[in-house]
């Protein structure tokens, strides 16, 4: 009878996250990372190709973006789904290694995710799969590195033409793809004017000037920047130098109030007198040690004032104020000189030079050149165009195209693109998986339909019957693989064709890269098994609010 209406004990709750926390896993969680990357990948999905469709992206502060290229798509949709951030990632990543592929990295990476999806629906370990992932991986980029065809660049003309397709081959999805012909000479005539060992693409300015025309846009073998705000008396300056002198400062020439510089009170109109000409003194002696050096052209990151500016322009100087900090690090660099905070001990050894200096008007702006400069080698690239967005798109444009060409350099070995890699790699992990006996076989195999993405993409971007064009690269590259290698998706012929002898080339290291970087994302995706997010206090006070007891 003891044991008659006692009530049970009852189990303490144990809360180990704070309140308002929360925690997903297990395989729907599993699912609903890859459903969001898919989602992203929809998104980019029709900008890949020739006939990729362009985004036009609103930000917060109403900013418009008009773009094509998926790393500057990626960062402005502002993913915030965790896993899905990791594609954003690869985006980004792609694009400063190699500057081009950042759509095609995305799109490989979602299509990984959605062939194995089925797989993670069955109860097959995340482990498993990514063993097969980086397996297939190896097989791909090994694969690549007997197909790259390497080119000789003893004869210059030769190894010229191939930085020249390359380039084209990049802008052939941008908006610029109608001239390529034109920016392809530009960006490659950049890139060669660089320094040959360093290929330092900071070293290449681009300047935009709304108005005219693509074809009005012009290459500047030196630096160029626009001229800065100036004061009455520059007009009297001469506006061109042949092998200038050239000074960069870091000071102030300018004479201010002094009631803007401090409270004095005197007792004597003498006493006041002394302090203006002290400051009179003061500015005239950096003016005339500036002039003691010979330099006949002077500029400052800070501002030059009508004083100075008169002062220069009856002693023949050219001078401009308020240069900006990366243009003039670029005349620093490029001419030899350095830049100095102070005028005193000012010497010639601090002056650069160059073979050509003049201002010059290009549209309704004018634009200070230094061209010829010996210590390094830099160019400038002034683009002219009708909207903004549209001069930006272009920008954008032209910065994969001098990242392409610059691997291109660097790395003597180039591929067919138009999706000829891609099935070629998927013929080759098809054959290999028939060798393997373990689960990894399905994988490879899902790998291997997972490149076929590019193809088929390019396919339905230009309204192009994707299966029949599909089954026809397949059985291409299936019945002689060394003939029909190159095969892939002729875009202006609508037919397929080999594409190396069409000279769509493209680096061997922006698949290499691309490949990579989609394995590893798809692995982090597949390898997070509980996502926990914690909620923000609700309270704005909460996070000023002292604790308890103190």
């Known amino acids: ?14 809360i180990v996250l704070k309140e308002g926390t929360d925690t997903s896993q297990g395989v729907p969680q599993l699912l ?125 003309a030769e190894a010229r033409a191939l930085l020249e397709k390359c380039a084209a081959t990049s802008m052939n999805s941008k908006l610029i793809g109608s001239q390529k012909e034109f920016f392809t000479k530009m960006v490659v005539d950049a890139v060669m004017r660089l320094d040959q060992d360093q290929l330092n693409e900071d070293m290449i300015g681009i300047k935009k000037i709304p108005g005219g025309a693509m074809q009005d846009s012009l290459l500047v073998d030196g630096v160029a920047f626009k001229k800065s705000f100036s004061y009455a008396g520059f007009e009297q300056q001469p506006k061109a130098f042949d092998s200038p002198r050239i000074v960069c400062l870091n000071v102030e020439l300018e004479l201010k109030a002094e009631k803007d510089n401090a409270e004095v009170r005197v007792d004597r109109v003498a006493d006041y007198q002394a302090i203006v000409d002290a400051e009179w003194k003061i500015i005239f002696d950096k003016l005339d040690a500036i002039m003691a050096t010979g330099a006949n052209v002077v500029l400052s990151r800070l501002p030059i004032g009508d004083l100075a500016t008169q002062y220069f322009a009856d002693r023949n100087v050219f001078c401009a104020g308020r240069v900006s900090k990366d243009d003039l690090d670029r005349v620093c660099e490029a001419t030899g000189c350095r830049i100095q905070s102070t005028t005193t001990d000012l010497t010639a050894a601090h002056l650069g030079t160059c073979e050509r200096f003049e201002e010059r008007q290009i549209g309704g702006q004018r634009f200070n050149m230094f061209r010829g400069c010996p210590e390094a080698k830099t160019c400038t690239i002034v683009l002219r165009g009708g909207a903004e967005q549209f001069i930006d798109e272009v920008e954008r444009s032209l910065h994969d195209s001098i990242m392409v060409v610059r691997r291109a350099i660097k790395s003597h070995a180039v591929v067919a693109g138009g999706g000829a890699i891609e099935m070629e790699l998927s013929r080759y992990l098809r054959e290999s998986a028939r060798r393997i006996e373990e689960k990894q076989q399905l994988i ?62 493209e680096p061997a290291l922006v698949k290499i890269n691309a490949i990579a970087s989609a394995t ?30 103190r």
């Open 1 to 14: 009878m003891a044991g008659r209406g006692q009530v049970p004990m009852m189990q303490p709750q144990v």
């Open 32 to 156: 609903s990372n890859i459903s969001a990357c898919l989602a992203v990948c929809d998104t980019i999905r029709t900008t890949l190709g020739p006939r990729g469709m362009d985004k036009l992206i609103v930000d917060g502060q109403g900013r418009v973006t008009i773009s094509n290229d998926g790393a500057t798509i990626m960062k402005l949709l502002d993913v915030v789904q965790p896993a899905a951030r990791t594609l954003v990632d690869i985006a980004r990543a792609q694009d400063a290694e190699v500057g081009d592929g950042t759509t095609s990295v995305v799109l490989l990476a979602g299509e990984l995710l959605k062939e194995v999806k089925e797989f993670v629906e069955e109860g097959v370990s995340s482990q498993v799969i990514i063993r097969g992932f980086r397996r297939a991986a190896e097989l791909a980029i090994e694969r690549i590195g007997q197909l790259a065809v390497s080119v000789d660049r003893v004869d210059a």
């Open 444 to 505: 490879i195999t899902a790998v291997a339909k997972a490149l076929e993405v590019v193809p088929r993409q390019l396919c339905e971007n230009a309204g192009f019957d994707t299966t029949d064009f599909i089954t026809q690269l397949r059985a291409r590259h299936a019945q002689d693989p060394d003939r029909f290698r190159w095969y892939g998706v002729d875009i202006e012929e609508e037919a397929v064709s080999d594409m190396f002898e069409k000279f769509v080339w």
């Open 520 to 549: 590893e994302a798809a692995c982090l995706v597949l390898s997070v098994d509980e996502t926990v997010s914690s909620q923000k206090s609700q309270d704005p006070m909460a996070a000023g609010r002292p604790m308890p007891g």
